[in-house]
């Protein structure tokens, strides 16, 4: 009693899994047993790769190469894959999604054989140790999003090693004044992009990448701990460093106004407030100010959600 796949790509891909696989379907996700292997199917709509095809076993690492090899003969178009701690994924990719999908089967039924020959145990055994599965000392948990049968002496040290690195970075020093001064030679990187942009007749959202991207990293590598203080911090350093870079590339422009509109000041800083008193000056500052800014939060706003994400404590296999 499967549930059909309704939730993914097209009604092809429905029949494909559903009926010639069996797997019971949740939302993107199909899961079940195929050939004496735990198989995850996870749809993902908006990535280059949209199809995962996660295989469960216990892989010896001398057999690695091998299976890599037997992979690359096979010569799948459109494919990458990878081994991580639970077995072997593949992500695959095509014209269309009816190409991919028409040849699920055969490329299920391919890596399989290939683990078969090479000796991988496959859904009676835990794919981390290779330890015999019973239903007492065995658990299927839920692993980024995939199901994953393992035992609960695996279970239970994944768990304890997540809880010890949790504790070693919430103990962790937080150096907020090094991290601070990292993300300041971020921001500053950001606005020499914007100075240098602004000479060429143009200010771009790749000086405001910049100048997020470098303040996280020298963040870190100076000594501050990533957390989300770190996010707070860093979001508005290259925010005011972006400000300053308009500011200080309008007060140069100021001086090349002053002298066509032909008034003069004792000081820069004069020189930009009388130009501010003209329209024309003042509305292209305005402008360019707006534009920095949300260049500076547009273009910045990718890398903020992806660290924000990585600074989030890890949490434990249920």
Do not use: W
Not at 139 to 156: A, F, M, P, W
Not at 275 to 304: H, K, T, W
């Amino acid at each position: 009693d499967h549930r059909d796949l309704h939730s993914f790509p097209t009604r092809r891909s429905s029949d494909l899994v559903a009926q010639s696989l069996g797997l019971e379907v949740n939302g993107n996700m199909a899961y079940g047993h195929v050939d004496g292997y735990e198989l995850n199917i996870l749809y993902v709509p908006m990535n280059s790769f949209p199809i995962v095809l996660q295989f469960s076993g216990h892989i010896l690492e001398d057999k690695r190469d091998a299976i890599a090899t037997e992979i690359k003969k096979l010569a799948l178009k459109n494919c990458q894959y990878q081994f991580n701690d639970f077995g072997l994924i593949l992500a695959l990719t095509g014209v269309t999604l009816g190409s991919i999908t028409s040849k699920l089967n055969d490329i299920i039924s391919k890596i399989i054989n290939t683990l078969k020959e090479n000796d991988v145990q496959g859904d009676s055994y835990c794919p981390i140790c290779g330890k015999e599965l019973t239903d007492e000392n065995s658990k299927l948990c839920s692993v980024d999003g995939l199901n994953v049968k393992i035992c609960l002496d695996c279970l239970n040290s994944i768990n304890e090693q997540i809880e010890k690195n949790n504790a070693e970075i919430d103990k962790a020093p937080n150096n907020y004044f090094k991290g601070t001064i990292g993300a300041i030679v971020g921001g500053l990187c950001g606005s020499l992009v914007a100075v240098i942009l602004s000479m060429l007749g143009f200010i771009s959202g790749i000086s405001a990448l910049v100048a997020v991207v470098l303040g996280f990293l020298l963040y870190q590598k100076f000594g501050g701990k990533a957390n989300k203080q770190m996010v707070f911090i860093v979001s508005a350093t290259s925010v005011l460093c972006m400000v300053l870079a308009v500011f200080f590339i309008y007060l140069v422009a100021a001086k090349a106004f002053a002298a066509e509109m032909g008034f003069t000041a004792e000081t820069s800083l004069a020189l930009f407030n009388k130009a501010m008193s003209y329209s024309e000056f003042s509305s292209s500052f305005i402008r360019d100010l707006i534009m920095s800014l949300l260049f500076a939060v547009l273009g910045g706003v990718f890398e903020i959600k992806k660290m924000a994400n990585s600074v989030k404590p890890t949490e434990k296999i249920k």
